[in-house]
T-cell receptor, first 116, second 115 residues
Framework: AQSVTQLGSHVSVSEGALVLLRCNYS??????LFWYVQYPNQGLQLLLKYTSAATLVKGINDFEAEFKKSETSFHLTKPSAHMSDAAEYFC??????????????FGTGTRLKVLA | ETGVTQTPRHLVMGMTNKKSLKCEQHLGHNAMYWYKQSAKKPLELMFV???????ENNSVPSRFSPECPNSSHLFLHLHTLQPEDSALYLCASSLGMGGGTGELFFGEGSRLTVL
């Protein structure tokens, strides 16, 4: 069965500092992995995705994530935090579609706070 | 209009009311989903539809009744809800098999409060 673990429900960083949000997954099939961001009172927006091409994936707003199969990890990073990055971040995994649709498993989310 | 649109954005209802949430997608996707997002809990998948057919019902109580008349529209009919059903209800769509890499496109959600 697939599962996703996000370490740290809350992370605080100073503006300009490195952002690191952790995600570990388990999957019995080759996974697709995603990071989504949710700003207050909004839905989730896709930040980036891994779909078995390059292991280092670049997304919007200078975020990137690296797929490490040996560590079953897909951590999200950004070199320099901006105040506008304050939001909740969700890691998700899905495998081969069943019944014509993808079954997503979401992590519990990490709320990022950026300190001035 | 593009993307996934949900209405209403906010809804307050009593436990004996009947109301509906609406979702519309303009992305040409074939799969549509309802998720429930409660405070301090993971996103909960409720229902999945593929080409108008329900492919997943994640043990959702019968007081939630989904309807998918076509691949672009999805409804969630609500009746005799409980206060613990208060949450943000998110609609999403995706391309299923045969296209895309399956990422979900979400609407902005309907914030439901049950009094």
């Amino acid at each position: 069965a697939q599962s996703v673990t996000q370490l740290g429900s809350h992370v605080s960083v100073s503006e300009g500092a490195l952002v690191l949000l952790r995600c570990n997954y388990s999957s019995s099939v080759p996974p697709y992995l995603f990071w989504y961001v949710q700003y207050p009172n909004q839905g989730l927006q896709l930040l980036l995705k891994y779909t078995s091409a390059a292991t280092l994936v670049k997304g919007i707003n200078d975020f990137e994530a690296e797929f490490k199969k040996s560590e079953t990890s897909f951590h999200l990073t950004k070199p320099s935090a901006h105040m506008s990055d304050a939001a909740e971040y969700f890691c998700a995994v899905t495998g081969i579609p069943t019944s014509g649709t993808y079954k997503y498993i979401f992590g519990t989310g990490t709320r990022l706070k950026v300190l001035a | 209009e593009t993307g996934v649109t949900q209405t209403p954005r906010h809804l307050v209802m009593g436990m004996t009311n009947k109301k509906s949430l609406k979702c519309e997608q303009h992305l040409g996707h074939n799969a549509m989903y309802w998720y429930k997002q409660s405070a301090k809990k993971p996103l909960e998948l409720m229902f999945v539809y593929n080409f108008k057919e329900q492919t997943e019902n994640n043990s959702v109580p019968s007081r939630f009744s989904p309807e998918c008349p076509n691949s672009s529209h999805l409804f969630l009919h609500l009746h005799t809800l409980q206060p613990e059903d208060s949450a943000l209800y998110l609609c999403a769509s995706s391309l299923g098999m045969g296209g895309g890499t399956g990422e979900l496109f979400f609407g902005e959600g309907s914030r439901l409060t049950v009094l």
